[in-house]
Protein backbone atom coordinates (compact mmCIF):
# COMPACT_ATOMS: atom_id res chain seq x y z
CA UNK A 1 0.00 0.00 0.00
CA UNK A 2 1.73 3.01 -0.89
CA UNK A 3 1.10 7.22 -1.67
CA UNK A 4 2.22 8.18 -5.46
CA UNK A 5 1.09 11.43 -4.85
CA UNK A 6 3.26 13.67 -2.51
CA UNK A 7 5.47 15.23 -4.46
CA UNK A 8 2.18 17.58 -4.91
CA UNK A 9 1.85 18.63 -1.62
CA UNK A 10 3.37 20.59 1.06
CA UNK A 11 2.98 18.77 3.93
CA UNK A 12 3.30 15.00 3.37
CA UNK A 13 1.80 13.86 6.32
CA UNK A 14 -1.71 14.82 4.98
CA UNK A 15 -2.19 11.38 3.42
CA UNK A 16 -1.28 7.71 5.05
CA UNK A 17 -1.98 4.59 3.15
CA UNK A 18 -4.69 2.89 5.36
CA UNK A 19 -7.81 2.66 6.60
CA UNK A 20 -8.75 4.22 10.53
CA UNK A 21 -9.52 2.18 13.28
CA UNK A 22 -8.71 3.57 16.87
CA UNK A 23 -6.84 6.93 15.25
CA UNK A 24 -4.41 4.14 14.04
CA UNK A 25 -3.82 4.31 9.81
CA UNK A 26 -3.90 -0.01 8.63
CA UNK A 27 -2.28 -1.51 5.84
CA UNK A 28 -3.40 -5.02 5.66
CA UNK A 29 -6.98 -6.47 5.28
CA UNK A 30 -8.10 -10.18 4.32
CA UNK A 31 -9.68 -8.74 1.61
CA UNK A 32 -6.90 -6.84 0.32
CA UNK A 33 -4.74 -9.83 -0.14
CA UNK A 34 -7.25 -10.39 -2.69
CA UNK A 35 -7.58 -6.85 -3.99
CA UNK A 36 -6.35 -3.35 -2.89
CA UNK A 37 -8.41 -0.12 -3.90
CA UNK A 38 -6.51 2.19 -7.12
CA UNK A 39 -6.78 6.21 -7.11
CA UNK A 40 -6.74 7.60 -10.17
CA UNK A 41 -6.70 11.17 -11.05
CA UNK A 42 -9.59 11.52 -13.91
CA UNK A 43 -7.71 13.96 -15.69
CA UNK A 44 -4.45 12.19 -16.40
CA UNK A 45 -5.10 8.30 -15.15
CA UNK A 46 -2.02 8.81 -13.33
CA UNK A 47 -2.02 6.51 -10.21
CA UNK A 48 -2.76 8.25 -6.74
CA UNK A 49 -2.04 5.75 -4.16
CA UNK A 50 -2.94 2.17 -3.99
CA UNK A 51 -4.83 1.14 -0.63
CA UNK A 52 -6.28 -1.38 1.00
CA UNK A 53 -9.64 -3.02 0.30
CA UNK A 54 -11.68 -3.37 3.43
CA UNK A 55 -15.07 -5.40 3.76
CA UNK A 56 -17.03 -6.98 6.92
CA UNK A 57 -14.12 -7.80 9.28
CA UNK A 58 -13.27 -4.40 9.04
CA UNK A 59 -16.07 -2.42 9.51
CA UNK A 60 -16.98 -4.53 12.32
CA UNK A 61 -13.62 -3.46 13.88
CA UNK A 62 -14.44 0.20 13.11
CA UNK A 63 -18.19 0.07 14.53
CA UNK A 64 -16.97 -1.63 17.89
CA UNK A 65 -14.36 1.32 18.01
CA UNK A 66 -16.77 3.99 17.35
CA UNK A 67 -19.08 2.38 20.20
CA UNK A 68 -16.11 2.28 22.92
CA UNK A 69 -15.33 5.79 22.37
CA UNK A 70 -18.74 7.26 22.45
CA UNK A 71 -19.15 5.84 25.98
CA UNK A 72 -16.73 8.47 26.55
CA UNK A 73 -17.51 11.31 23.81
CA UNK A 74 -21.19 11.35 24.82
CA UNK A 75 -20.46 12.34 28.10
CA UNK A 76 -17.82 15.53 27.21
CA UNK A 77 -19.41 19.37 27.59
CA UNK A 78 -20.32 20.78 24.69
CA UNK A 79 -18.12 23.35 24.88
CA UNK A 80 -15.24 20.62 24.50
CA UNK A 81 -16.94 19.24 21.33
CA UNK A 82 -17.18 23.22 19.99
CA UNK A 83 -13.60 23.50 20.88
CA UNK A 84 -12.54 20.39 18.94
CA UNK A 85 -14.86 21.48 16.20
CA UNK A 86 -13.33 24.85 15.94
CA UNK A 87 -9.66 23.93 16.35
CA UNK A 88 -9.78 20.86 12.82
CA UNK A 89 -11.58 24.01 11.05
CA UNK A 90 -9.12 25.90 11.58
CA UNK A 91 -6.54 23.59 10.29
CA UNK A 92 -8.40 22.50 7.38
CA UNK A 93 -8.38 26.39 6.59
CA UNK A 94 -4.43 26.20 7.45
CA UNK A 95 -4.19 23.35 4.93
CA UNK A 96 -6.11 24.69 2.30
CA UNK A 97 -3.54 24.48 -0.51
CA UNK A 98 -2.85 21.04 0.19
CA UNK A 99 -6.38 19.57 0.33
CA UNK A 100 -7.34 21.98 -2.53
CA UNK A 101 -4.60 19.64 -4.73
CA UNK A 102 -5.73 16.57 -3.08
CA UNK A 103 -9.33 16.91 -4.19
CA UNK A 104 -8.29 18.16 -7.84
CA UNK A 105 -5.74 15.27 -7.91
CA UNK A 106 -8.77 12.59 -7.62
CA UNK A 107 -12.01 14.41 -8.22
CA UNK A 108 -10.93 16.42 -11.44
CA UNK A 109 -12.40 19.95 -10.09
CA UNK A 110 -11.17 22.79 -11.11
CA UNK A 111 -8.37 23.94 -8.28
CA UNK A 112 -10.60 27.45 -8.37
CA UNK A 113 -12.95 25.67 -7.32
CA UNK A 114 -11.16 22.91 -4.73
CA UNK A 115 -10.03 25.68 -2.70
CA UNK A 116 -13.78 27.31 -2.57
CA UNK A 117 -15.02 23.65 -1.21
CA UNK A 118 -12.22 23.27 1.16
CA UNK A 119 -13.66 26.93 3.00
CA UNK A 120 -17.03 25.63 2.58
CA UNK A 121 -15.82 22.50 4.11
CA UNK A 122 -14.79 23.73 6.92
CA UNK A 123 -17.69 26.05 7.70
CA UNK A 124 -19.96 23.46 8.78
CA UNK A 125 -17.76 22.67 11.53
CA UNK A 126 -17.43 25.62 12.57
CA UNK A 127 -21.17 26.50 12.32
CA UNK A 128 -21.74 23.06 14.33
CA UNK A 129 -19.23 24.18 16.97
CA UNK A 130 -21.41 26.75 17.52
CA UNK A 131 -24.86 25.06 17.49
CA UNK A 132 -23.35 22.42 20.08
CA UNK A 133 -23.75 24.90 22.50
CA UNK A 134 -27.61 25.39 21.63
CA UNK A 135 -28.87 21.22 22.09
CA UNK A 136 -31.70 22.90 23.76
CA UNK A 137 -34.60 21.01 25.59
CA UNK A 138 -37.33 22.15 27.48
CA UNK A 139 -40.05 22.06 30.54
CA UNK A 140 -43.40 21.76 29.49
CA UNK A 141 -46.23 22.79 32.24
CA UNK A 142 -47.33 19.62 34.23
CA UNK A 143 -50.59 17.71 34.05
CA UNK A 144 -50.70 17.62 37.64
CA UNK A 145 -49.05 19.94 40.53
CA UNK A 146 -46.62 17.32 42.07
CA UNK A 147 -45.28 16.44 38.49
CA UNK A 148 -42.88 17.96 36.95
CA UNK A 149 -41.97 17.72 32.80
CA UNK A 150 -38.66 17.87 31.83
CA UNK A 151 -37.26 17.15 27.64
CA UNK A 152 -33.86 16.43 27.14
CA UNK A 153 -32.02 15.86 23.70
CA UNK A 154 -29.23 12.89 23.76
CA UNK A 155 -27.04 11.74 21.18
CA UNK A 156 -28.52 8.99 19.05
CA UNK A 157 -25.09 7.31 18.76
CA UNK A 158 -22.51 5.15 16.49
CA UNK A 159 -23.51 6.60 13.11
CA UNK A 160 -22.48 5.03 9.31
CA UNK A 161 -21.64 7.79 7.08
CA UNK A 162 -21.45 7.34 3.88
CA UNK A 163 -20.54 10.00 1.29
CA UNK A 164 -20.06 10.91 -2.64
CA UNK A 165 -17.18 12.00 -4.69
CA UNK A 166 -18.68 15.10 -6.09
CA UNK A 167 -17.92 17.13 -3.08
CA UNK A 168 -15.70 15.01 -1.24
CA UNK A 169 -14.51 17.00 1.60
CA UNK A 170 -17.97 19.36 2.40
CA UNK A 171 -20.60 16.35 2.36
CA UNK A 172 -17.95 14.53 5.23
CA UNK A 173 -17.78 17.58 7.53
CA UNK A 174 -21.56 18.56 6.77
CA UNK A 175 -22.69 14.89 7.93
CA UNK A 176 -19.73 14.63 10.83
CA UNK A 177 -19.86 18.22 12.47
CA UNK A 178 -23.21 18.04 13.48
CA UNK A 179 -22.32 14.17 14.40
CA UNK A 180 -19.63 15.56 16.75
CA UNK A 181 -21.38 18.05 18.16
CA UNK A 182 -24.18 16.09 19.05
CA UNK A 183 -21.80 13.96 21.14
CA UNK A 184 -22.10 10.99 18.62
CA UNK A 185 -18.72 9.03 17.01
CA UNK A 186 -18.93 7.85 13.40
CA UNK A 187 -17.65 5.52 10.90
CA UNK A 188 -17.33 7.16 7.46
CA UNK A 189 -17.20 5.33 4.52
CA UNK A 190 -15.64 7.41 1.67
CA UNK A 191 -16.45 7.18 -2.21
CA UNK A 192 -14.32 4.42 -3.63
CA UNK A 193 -12.92 7.24 -6.24
CA UNK A 194 -12.21 9.76 -3.34
CA UNK A 195 -10.96 8.06 -0.44
CA UNK A 196 -7.40 10.75 0.06
CA UNK A 197 -9.42 13.56 1.07
CA UNK A 198 -11.43 11.76 3.72
CA UNK A 199 -7.84 10.57 4.98
CA UNK A 200 -6.38 13.59 5.00
CA UNK A 201 -9.48 15.35 6.98
CA UNK A 202 -9.25 12.25 9.86
CA UNK A 203 -5.05 13.49 9.92
CA UNK A 204 -5.92 17.10 11.05
CA UNK A 205 -8.65 15.81 13.20
CA UNK A 206 -6.16 13.72 14.71
CA UNK A 207 -4.18 16.54 14.99
CA UNK A 208 -6.77 18.79 16.78
CA UNK A 209 -6.98 16.56 19.05
CA UNK A 210 -9.64 13.83 17.98
CA UNK A 211 -9.47 10.98 20.62
CA UNK A 212 -9.10 7.47 19.40
CA UNK A 213 -12.51 5.91 17.88
CA UNK A 214 -14.00 9.28 17.33
CA UNK A 215 -14.15 8.77 13.52
CA UNK A 216 -13.38 5.35 12.11
CA UNK A 217 -12.47 5.62 8.24
CA UNK A 218 -13.03 2.32 6.11
CA UNK A 219 -13.08 2.55 2.35
CA UNK A 220 -13.03 -0.91 -0.22
CA UNK A 221 -16.13 -3.08 -0.83
CA UNK A 222 -18.61 -0.47 -0.90
CA UNK A 223 -21.27 -3.04 -0.66
CA UNK A 224 -20.46 -5.05 2.00
CA UNK A 225 -19.07 -2.08 3.85
CA UNK A 226 -22.61 -0.88 2.90
CA UNK A 227 -24.31 -3.98 4.28
CA UNK A 228 -23.14 -3.79 7.74
CA UNK A 229 -23.40 -0.17 8.14
CA UNK A 230 -26.90 -0.89 7.76
CA UNK A 231 -27.46 -3.60 9.50
CA UNK A 232 -25.86 -3.67 12.36
CA UNK A 233 -27.53 -3.01 15.79
CA UNK A 234 -24.55 -0.71 17.10
CA UNK A 235 -25.16 1.67 14.36
CA UNK A 236 -28.23 3.65 14.86
CA UNK A 237 -28.19 6.33 12.26
CA UNK A 238 -27.28 5.81 8.61
CA UNK A 239 -26.19 9.96 6.90
CA UNK A 240 -25.93 8.90 3.12
CA UNK A 241 -25.78 11.28 -0.13
CA UNK A 242 -25.51 9.81 -3.16
CA UNK A 243 -28.19 8.15 -6.01
CA UNK A 244 -31.66 7.47 -5.19
CA UNK A 245 -31.65 3.80 -6.49
CA UNK A 246 -28.65 3.15 -3.51
CA UNK A 247 -30.47 5.38 -1.02
CA UNK A 248 -33.40 2.73 -2.19
CA UNK A 249 -31.11 -0.22 -1.21
CA UNK A 250 -29.76 1.32 2.33
CA UNK A 251 -33.14 2.61 3.57
CA UNK A 252 -34.72 -1.00 2.72
CA UNK A 253 -31.60 -2.61 4.89
CA UNK A 254 -31.82 0.04 7.55
CA UNK A 255 -35.22 -0.91 8.61
CA UNK A 256 -33.92 -4.20 9.74
CA UNK A 257 -32.85 -2.60 12.74
CA UNK A 258 -34.76 0.75 12.53
CA UNK A 259 -32.38 3.17 12.35
CA UNK A 260 -32.80 6.51 12.37
CA UNK A 261 -31.59 7.64 8.17
CA UNK A 262 -30.66 10.87 6.36
CA UNK A 263 -30.56 10.85 2.74
CA UNK A 264 -29.36 13.08 0.17
CA UNK A 265 -30.09 11.99 -3.33
CA UNK A 266 -30.89 12.41 -6.76
CA UNK A 267 -32.03 15.83 -8.12
CA UNK A 268 -33.24 17.02 -11.44
CA UNK A 269 -33.33 20.67 -10.96
CA UNK A 270 -35.75 23.19 -13.01
CA UNK A 271 -34.04 26.43 -13.84
CA UNK A 272 -36.74 28.70 -15.06
CA UNK A 273 -36.19 32.58 -16.84
CA UNK A 274 -39.46 34.37 -17.06
CA UNK A 275 -39.57 37.30 -20.26
CA UNK A 276 -38.85 39.89 -17.27
CA UNK A 277 -36.08 38.41 -15.67
CA UNK A 278 -32.79 40.43 -15.59
CA UNK A 279 -31.73 38.33 -19.03
CA UNK A 280 -27.54 38.96 -18.01
CA UNK A 281 -28.23 37.93 -14.19
CA UNK A 282 -29.95 34.67 -15.59
CA UNK A 283 -27.34 33.67 -18.04
CA UNK A 284 -24.62 34.40 -15.36
CA UNK A 285 -26.37 32.31 -13.17
CA UNK A 286 -27.30 29.20 -15.44
CA UNK A 287 -23.21 29.01 -16.43
CA UNK A 288 -22.52 28.26 -12.85
CA UNK A 289 -25.15 26.16 -11.83
CA UNK A 290 -25.41 24.20 -14.83
CA UNK A 291 -21.16 23.65 -15.40
CA UNK A 292 -19.84 24.15 -12.11
CA UNK A 293 -18.07 21.04 -11.01
CA UNK A 294 -18.45 20.11 -14.92
CA UNK A 295 -22.01 19.60 -13.88
CA UNK A 296 -21.80 17.03 -11.45
CA UNK A 297 -23.80 17.89 -8.24
CA UNK A 298 -27.50 16.99 -7.34
CA UNK A 299 -28.05 21.05 -7.34
CA UNK A 300 -27.34 21.55 -10.88
CA UNK A 301 -29.43 23.11 -13.31
CA UNK A 302 -31.02 20.32 -15.07
CA UNK A 303 -33.95 21.41 -17.41
CA UNK A 304 -33.58 25.15 -18.38
CA UNK A 305 -37.16 26.58 -18.65
CA UNK A 306 -36.88 29.91 -20.60
CA UNK A 307 -40.24 31.57 -22.18
CA UNK A 308 -40.83 31.46 -25.65
CA UNK A 309 -40.30 36.20 -25.77
CA UNK A 310 -36.54 35.87 -24.64
CA UNK A 311 -35.94 32.23 -26.16
CA UNK A 312 -33.39 32.90 -28.70
CA UNK A 313 -31.58 35.95 -26.41
CA UNK A 314 -31.15 33.72 -24.10
CA UNK A 315 -29.80 30.55 -26.51
CA UNK A 316 -27.02 33.02 -27.74
CA UNK A 317 -26.13 34.70 -24.71
CA UNK A 318 -25.41 31.36 -23.12
CA UNK A 319 -23.89 30.27 -26.06
CA UNK A 320 -21.23 33.03 -26.30
CA UNK A 321 -20.09 32.48 -22.58
CA UNK A 322 -20.05 29.06 -22.44
CA UNK A 323 -17.55 28.70 -25.25
CA UNK A 324 -15.62 30.94 -23.81
CA UNK A 325 -15.10 28.42 -20.69
CA UNK A 326 -11.69 26.75 -20.59
CA UNK A 327 -11.36 22.73 -20.38
CA UNK A 328 -8.45 20.64 -19.08
CA UNK A 329 -6.51 19.34 -15.95
CA UNK A 330 -7.83 21.16 -13.14
CA UNK A 331 -4.30 21.64 -11.89
CA UNK A 332 -4.19 24.74 -14.61
CA UNK A 333 -4.97 27.49 -12.50
CA UNK A 334 -7.05 29.04 -15.90
CA UNK A 335 -9.61 25.59 -15.88
CA UNK A 336 -12.70 26.52 -16.18
CA UNK A 337 -13.77 22.33 -16.64
CA UNK A 338 -12.17 19.12 -15.42
CA UNK A 339 -12.60 15.82 -16.78
CA UNK A 340 -15.90 13.92 -15.86
CA UNK A 341 -15.10 11.56 -12.99
CA UNK A 342 -15.17 8.09 -14.93
CA UNK A 343 -16.39 6.03 -17.93
CA UNK A 344 -20.01 5.83 -16.90
CA UNK A 345 -20.35 9.34 -16.29
CA UNK A 346 -19.13 9.97 -19.86
CA UNK A 347 -21.07 7.63 -21.48
CA UNK A 348 -24.89 9.26 -19.44
CA UNK A 349 -23.23 12.48 -20.84
CA UNK A 350 -23.10 11.12 -24.25
CA UNK A 351 -26.52 8.96 -24.39
CA UNK A 352 -28.81 11.80 -22.92
CA UNK A 353 -27.55 14.10 -25.95
CA UNK A 354 -27.84 11.22 -28.44
CA UNK A 355 -31.25 10.85 -27.80
CA UNK A 356 -31.63 14.27 -27.48
CA UNK A 357 -30.80 15.00 -31.04
CA UNK A 358 -32.84 11.92 -32.12
CA UNK A 359 -36.04 13.63 -30.16
CA UNK A 360 -35.41 16.69 -32.20
CA UNK A 361 -33.46 19.00 -30.45
CA UNK A 362 -30.53 20.88 -32.01
CA UNK A 363 -26.91 21.38 -30.78
CA UNK A 364 -26.29 25.10 -30.69
CA UNK A 365 -22.58 24.87 -28.99
CA UNK A 366 -20.52 21.78 -27.96
CA UNK A 367 -21.63 18.36 -28.40
CA UNK A 368 -18.76 16.02 -28.36
CA UNK A 369 -15.42 14.62 -26.57
CA UNK A 370 -13.11 17.11 -26.22
CA UNK A 371 -9.24 15.91 -27.62
CA UNK A 372 -6.19 17.14 -25.82
CA UNK A 373 -2.98 15.67 -24.50
CA UNK A 374 -4.76 14.01 -21.41
CA UNK A 375 -5.91 10.76 -20.84
CA UNK A 376 -9.26 11.42 -19.17
CA UNK A 377 -12.65 11.79 -20.63
CA UNK A 378 -13.47 15.62 -21.16
CA UNK A 379 -16.59 16.51 -22.39
CA UNK A 380 -17.34 19.90 -23.91
CA UNK A 381 -19.39 22.35 -22.53
CA UNK A 382 -22.93 21.67 -24.67
CA UNK A 383 -25.75 23.46 -25.55
CA UNK A 384 -29.36 22.03 -26.77
CA UNK A 385 -32.27 23.63 -27.75
CA UNK A 386 -35.51 22.31 -29.28
CA UNK A 387 -35.77 19.64 -26.26
CA UNK A 388 -38.95 17.60 -26.01
CA UNK A 389 -40.64 16.13 -22.91
CA UNK A 390 -39.51 13.02 -24.10
CA UNK A 391 -36.01 13.16 -23.84
CA UNK A 392 -34.09 11.23 -21.22
CA UNK A 393 -32.37 14.23 -20.47
CA UNK A 394 -35.68 15.81 -18.80
CA UNK A 395 -36.69 12.38 -17.00
CA UNK A 396 -33.18 11.76 -15.55
CA UNK A 397 -29.96 14.02 -13.93
CA UNK A 398 -27.57 14.16 -16.29
CA UNK A 399 -24.55 14.77 -13.96
CA UNK A 400 -22.35 16.38 -16.46
CA UNK A 401 -22.05 19.69 -18.68
CA UNK A 402 -25.02 19.47 -21.03
CA UNK A 403 -27.25 22.32 -20.71
CA UNK A 404 -31.30 21.52 -22.56
CA UNK A 405 -32.66 24.51 -23.13
CA UNK A 406 -37.17 24.18 -23.29
CA UNK A 407 -39.14 26.72 -23.95
CA UNK A 408 -42.18 27.32 -22.51
CA UNK A 409 -45.58 29.86 -23.02
CA UNK A 410 -47.13 30.54 -19.42
CA UNK A 411 -46.59 30.36 -15.62
CA UNK A 412 -49.00 28.04 -15.30
CA UNK A 413 -47.34 25.71 -18.24
CA UNK A 414 -43.71 25.76 -16.61
CA UNK A 415 -44.78 24.81 -13.24
CA UNK A 416 -46.21 21.85 -14.45
CA UNK A 417 -43.58 20.87 -16.42
CA UNK A 418 -40.78 21.78 -13.85
CA UNK A 419 -42.95 19.33 -11.14
CA UNK A 420 -43.67 16.54 -14.18
CA UNK A 421 -40.38 14.22 -11.91
CA UNK A 422 -40.38 11.92 -9.21
CA UNK A 423 -37.28 14.44 -8.01
CA UNK A 424 -37.61 17.24 -5.99
CA UNK A 425 -34.17 18.67 -4.30
CA UNK A 426 -33.61 22.28 -5.78
CA UNK A 427 -35.54 24.54 -7.88
CA UNK A 428 -34.59 28.10 -9.59
CA UNK A 429 -36.30 30.70 -11.37
CA UNK A 430 -35.59 34.50 -12.19
CA UNK A 431 -38.61 36.90 -12.16
CA UNK A 432 -38.40 41.16 -11.53
CA UNK A 433 -42.40 40.22 -10.37
CA UNK A 434 -42.95 39.85 -5.96
CA UNK A 435 -45.85 38.26 -6.48
CA UNK A 436 -44.74 35.61 -8.73
CA UNK A 437 -41.88 34.97 -7.11
CA UNK A 438 -44.36 33.79 -3.91
CA UNK A 439 -46.71 31.87 -6.42
CA UNK A 440 -43.82 30.18 -8.22
CA UNK A 441 -41.44 29.50 -4.82
CA UNK A 442 -43.89 27.80 -3.25
CA UNK A 443 -45.39 25.73 -6.55
CA UNK A 444 -42.27 24.32 -6.52
CA UNK A 445 -42.23 20.73 -5.70
CA UNK A 446 -38.72 20.85 -4.51
CA UNK A 447 -36.58 21.19 -1.33
CA UNK A 448 -34.69 24.20 -2.45
CA UNK A 449 -35.62 27.20 -3.99
CA UNK A 450 -33.18 29.39 -5.50
CA UNK A 451 -35.04 33.57 -6.61
CA UNK A 452 -32.38 35.15 -8.89
CA UNK A 453 -29.73 33.29 -7.95
CA UNK A 454 -27.95 30.20 -9.28
CA UNK A 455 -25.54 29.04 -5.93
CA UNK A 456 -27.76 28.70 -2.56
CA UNK A 457 -25.86 26.28 -0.28
CA UNK A 458 -24.06 26.90 2.78
CA UNK A 459 -24.18 25.87 6.31
CA UNK A 460 -27.01 27.81 7.36
CA UNK A 461 -29.31 26.60 5.47
CA UNK A 462 -31.35 23.27 6.02
CA UNK A 463 -30.32 21.18 2.56
CA UNK A 464 -32.31 18.90 1.64
CA UNK A 465 -35.26 17.23 -1.09
CA UNK A 466 -38.79 16.06 -0.91
CA UNK A 467 -40.37 13.25 -3.30
CA UNK A 468 -37.42 10.55 -4.17
CA UNK A 469 -34.90 13.17 -3.31
CA UNK A 470 -34.23 12.27 0.51
CA UNK A 471 -35.49 12.04 3.61
CA UNK A 472 -33.99 15.43 6.54
CA UNK A 473 -32.33 18.05 6.14
CA UNK A 474 -28.15 18.74 6.46
CA UNK A 475 -26.84 22.20 7.78
CA UNK A 476 -28.67 24.97 9.70
CA UNK A 477 -29.84 24.77 13.51
CA UNK A 478 -31.88 21.86 11.76
CA UNK A 479 -28.92 19.80 11.01
CA UNK A 480 -27.94 18.28 14.60
CA UNK A 481 -31.57 17.12 15.32
CA UNK A 482 -30.82 14.77 12.97
CA UNK A 483 -28.48 13.51 15.51
CA UNK A 484 -30.09 13.92 18.81
CA UNK A 485 -33.01 11.60 20.33
CA UNK A 486 -35.79 13.18 22.18
CA UNK A 487 -36.29 11.83 25.83
CA UNK A 488 -39.20 13.09 28.10
CA UNK A 489 -38.70 12.75 31.72
CA UNK A 490 -41.45 13.03 34.40
CA UNK A 491 -40.23 13.80 37.41
CA UNK A 492 -42.58 13.31 40.72
CA UNK A 493 -42.44 15.71 43.76
Not at 100 to 109: C, D
Not at 188 to 197: D, G, H, I, S
Amino acid sequence: MKIDCNQYLNHQKLLSAGYLIDNQWLSETEASLRSSLKVTNPATKETLATLPYCAEKETHAAIESSLLAFKKWSLTLAEERSHFLRKWASLMKENQSDLATIMTLEQGKPIKESLGEVVYAASFLEWFAEEAKRTYGEIIPPHKHNARIVVEKQPVGVVGVITPWNFPLAMITRKIGPAIAAGCTAVVKPAEETPLCAIALMNLAILAGAPAGLINVVFGDYEKIGNVLTTHPIVKKISFTGSTEVGKLLLRQSSTTLKRISLELGGNAPFIVFKDADLNRAVDAALICKYRNTGQTCVCANRLYVEEAIYDSFCELLKSKVEKLKVGNGLDETTEQGPLINEEAFKKVNQHLEDAIQNGAKIICGGSELKNDLAGRFFEPTIVKDVNEKCLINQQETFGPLAPIIRFKSEEEVIELANRTPFGLAGYFFTKELSKAWRVAEALEVGMVGINEGVISTAAIPFGGVKESGLGREGSHLGIDEYLNVKYILMGI
